[in-house]
């Protein structure tokens, strides 16, 4: 009798113990220490005190939330807190040579850029991480919904001035720049590649930030004129409600989508980079948080926040 009721207490806790272990949820494609690269001798745990200062373009924010959050097991509010992610593409690159930043996410490196690293004699270390596009945008009261590559640069050299000469209504076009130093701006210029045929724009039509010049599409008072560009993540993923009174168009009659972007059909494509100084050494936790961005689960991480990764 004992025996039995003995084996029915032991039933019951291996029941019991089955249940309880169906009911953990376990979380996948976390970085642990069993994520460090294995050219690590040691373990090696990220702390908010040893976390590396980290940089970057604008639109490479949430990317900066997400692996910063997920690595430190954090709140997304906390993660962008303890980031940068503010002035140009340019200003970015200068921070991480002048050891401001020990890592950033950020777009083309400008040739402001690449001179003031030969300036101070210092290297860095990229690798392209995913893909985004400089796309064109108009008022949603403009009637043209796409324009040929070749327009888009008889336009920007000042060749073609009125929306009729490209099948538009007969209106001026107001075709706005961003500033030079602009990771937008290093995009347009290499995409383009009008070097000096680029006409000079009014002071009034070069904005300096990202967000101004989808707010003068968008609100300029003859907003159905205005003709402007940025890049595609930033406006469809960040800044997505300026769409409701403006519009991507098509360029060479594709539409810019995550698909179109990853196929190269969108003719206006980029990639963007983690950075770090090349002379990051192999056990700094800068390098080792840039092994993790470019492994698969850094990856996976950039697609769940909609980027197209390479």
């Known amino acids: 009798m004992k ?3 003995l084996s029915v207490l032991m039933i019951t806790v291996l029941l019991l113990s089955t249940l309880l272990s169906s009911c953990v949820n376990k979380v996948e494609n976390v970085p ?19 976390y590396p200062k980290m940089g970057g373009s604008l639109a490479n924010l949430p990317l900066g939330e997400a692996v910063t959050a997920t690595v ?13 992610f503010e002035g140009s593409t ?21 040739e402001q850029a690449k001179q003031y690293c030969e300036q101070k004699n210092v290297e860095l270390e990229y690798v392209p991480i995913g893909t985004d596009a400089l796309v064109f945008i108009a008022s949603l009261e403009n009637s043209v919904e796409g324009l040929e590559s070749e ?16 099948g538009g209504e007969e209106h001026p076009i107001i075709a706005y720049q961003r500033n030079k130093d602009s990771g937008s701006q290093t995009l347009f210029d290499k995409l383009l590649n009008l070097g000096d045929e680029l006409m000079e724009a009014p002071q009034d ?18 907003s159905k004129d205005a003709l402007g560009y940025t890049v595609y993540y930033y406006l469809t993923n960040m800044e997505a409600d300026k769409l409701s009174t403006s519009k991507l168009l098509c360029v060479d009659g594709v539409y810019p989508t995550n698909e179109t972007i990853a196929s190269g059909e969108y003719p206006y494509v980029n990639d963007f980079y983690v950075v ?10 800068e390098r080792i948080l840039y092994n993790w961005i470019i492994s698969e689960q850094g990856k996976e991480l950039a697609r769940r926040e909609n980027y197209v990764v390479k």
């Open 3 to 5: 025996i039995k009721l």
């Open 32 to 50: 642990t220490n069993e994520d460090v690269p294995e050219n690590v001798s040691a373990p090696f745990e990220f702390t908010v005190e040893n």
């Open 72 to 84: 430190l097991g954090i709140d997304r509010m906390t993660a962008s807190e303890m980031i940068v």
């Open 90 to 110: 340019t200003d970015n690159y200068k921070a991480l040579v002048d050891s401001e930043f020990d890592i950033i996410l950020a777009y083309e490196m400008s």
């Open 151 to 166: 327009k888009i640069k008889e336009i920007y050299k000042g060749n073609i001035t009125n929306w009729l000469e490209v």
């Open 205 to 222: 039509v070069k904005i300096g930030s990202m967000i101004g010049l989808l707010e003068a599409v968008a609100q300029y008072e003859n």
């Open 276 to 285: 770090i100084r090349k002379d990051a050494a192999e056990d700094s936790p």
